[in-house]
């Protein structure tokens, strides 16, 4: 993953040494691109028996790892100074951990793909650099684990919001700096053979670095 880094800032840096002027219709229509970066956080993980309520407290893993992923959307100027749009985001990695075994057992949890769509609102502070807003909707595919080898699968759902910059190198390449959080709702997880469920809520960060081209 550090490979992957380096091997993309090489590349920003390539275009920046090479950058033209930005034209002032750079921030309008679509734009695909990539990202990487790190995500850290913890994860609420109340337990009970299966199918009873979720009410005896454990610790929250702590779970964190490198992300890396894509991404595509549309931006409208408004008013010369302003900019708007939408973005899908796909991103990928292992954010994990485990409670060390605080209710008896030690649970692990293993966040994976995770899908977001947001909207962002941003001013141009000069015609080359966007500093913005974003906040949308964002899904997460977890995994937890208990002892037995039970692995069950949710999907979790919530918002995710934050701010960002993005710098126009010219008319084609931006690069981005981006940081996000989550508020994701519960969901329950089952682990029958040790006959408990738990709700995992993960409560999630992370700073991502990309580059766009914007056609």
């Known amino acids: 993953m550090k490979k992957r880094i380096s091997m993309i800032a090489a590349a920003v840096a390539a275009l920046a040494a090479n950058a033209a002027p930005a034209a002032a ?19 609420d993980q109340p337990w009970g028996l299966v199918g009873g ?18 991404q ?40 994976g793909t995770e899908w977001s769509l ?10 080359t650099i966007l500093l913005y807003g974003t906040a949308g909707y964002v899904s997460m595919d977890v995994e937890a684990s208990a002892p037995g080898g039970e692995t069950p699968s949710e999907t979790i759902t919530g918002w995710t919001y934050g701010v ?3 710098w126009a190198f010219n008319d084609t390449w931006s690069a981005t700096l981006e940081w996000r959080t989550d508020e994701m709702d519960q969901e ?18 992370a700073i991502r670095v990309g580059a766009n081209w914007h056609f």
Do not use: C, K, M
């Open 118 to 127: 947001r909207g962002r609102a941003g001013y141009l502070i000069t015609p």
């Open 188 to 205: 329950r997880f089952s682990f029958p053979i040790n006959n408990y469920d738990e709700g995992l809520t993960p409560n999630t960060s």
């Open 72 to 111: 595509g959307g549309y931006n409208w100027t408004v008013g010369g100074s302003w900019v708007l749009g939408g973005e899908l985001q796909a991103t990928w990695g292992d954010r994990e951990g485990d409670d060390g075994g605080s209710g008896g057992d030690v649970n692990g949890v293993d966040i």
């Open 25 to 43: 219709d750079t921030w309008n229509g679509p734009y695909v691109g990539a990202h990487t970066g790190y995500g850290s956080g913890d994860v």
């Open 53 to 70: 309520a979720l009410t005896s407290p454990q610790n929250s893993p702590e779970v964190d790892g490198w992300i890396y992923g894509i």
């Open 164 to 166: 960002g910059g993005e």
